[in-house]
């Protein structure tokens, strides 16, 4: 009997307006790990990005923590993916392909490969965001 030691994927994002580009997000990061952890921006993090959560944290996590994909949902706290990854004993993190081959990523990819840490860009779903949803509900609240 082989003992195959258990993959662990994270990935992170402040999951506002949860939505089915979300849900593709983590179904497909599922698939390629055992287990799922996924951090949620807390509010005051939010806000340091210059932007506004529209849900609360606390529903934000509940939601992300619901969804059948997830084996885990943490709070998080700072922007320092690589330090997560190594806490929670991830060997995967997950980003969304915007990042994908930006003077910034590729300096992390040296980093996360240095601890052992692959990074998988995942496409984002074509025509959604919560940026674009807020935009939305904006204009017809006018």
């Not at 979300?22 to 698939?31: F, R, T, V």
């Not at 059948?68 to 690589?82: E, I, T």
């Not at 997560?84 to 980093?111: H, M, P, Q, R």
Request: include cysteine; charge should be neutral; proline fraction near 2%.
């Amino acid at each position: 009997m082989t003992d195959k030691k258990m993959t662990i994927g994270y990935t992170a994002g402040v999951y506002d307006l949860f939505h089915i580009g979300h849900l593709n997000l983590l179904k497909n990061a599922k698939g390629l790990c055992d287990k799922l952890i996924v951090g949620v921006t807390v509010d005051e993090l939010v806000t340091y990005k210059g932007k506004h959560a529209m849900i609360p944290f606390e529903d934000r996590i509940e939601i992300v923590r619901s969804c059948k994909y997830v084996d885990a949902a943490v709070p998080q706290y700072d922007m320092d993916k690589l330090s997560s990854c190594k806490k929670l004993g991830a060997s995967i993190l997950f980003v969304g392909d915007d990042w994908y081959g930006t003077d910034k990523w590729k300096e992390y990819e040296k980093n996360f490969e240095q601890e052992g840490i692959k990074i998988i860009y995942f496409p984002y779903t074509k025509g959604v965001s919560s940026t674009k949803i807020t935009e939305a509900l904006n204009h017809f609240q006018k």
